[in-house]
């Protein structure tokens, strides 16, 4: 199994996953508004000899069968104030 990987140009750090290049047929139109026009990354296979940076192999896959795409978001944003106010004993 294959998948493109593609890049928002709206929103920093977040990628779609599709099954087919240019095919985004399953993904909701809501989406692809906010989504932006996609730049693609890569063709990738996910046969697990290379190792997603910030995804799960097999929630990709899952959701590339079941829905048709797979939204990856970026990671949440560090609080570093709010952590150190917690080691502190503080909220």
């Not at 140009?9 to 508004?33: G, H, I, W």
């Not at 990671?75 to 104030?81: D, G, R």
Request: positive net charge.
């Amino acid at each position: 199994m294959f998948c493109v990987i593609y890049r928002s140009t709206q929103r920093d750090q977040t990628y779609l996953y599709v099954e087919k290049k240019d095919d985004f047929s399953r993904v909701p139109e809501a989406l692809m508004k906010t989504f932006g026009k996609p730049q693609m990354v890569m063709l990738m296979p996910l046969d697990g000899r290379k190792q997603l940076k910030n995804a799960d192999l097999e929630k990709v896959k899952s959701a590339l069968a079941e829905q048709g795409y797979y939204l990856q978001l970026p990671p949440p944003q560090e609080n570093l104030l709010k952590q150190h106010l917690e080691a502190q004993g503080k909220k």
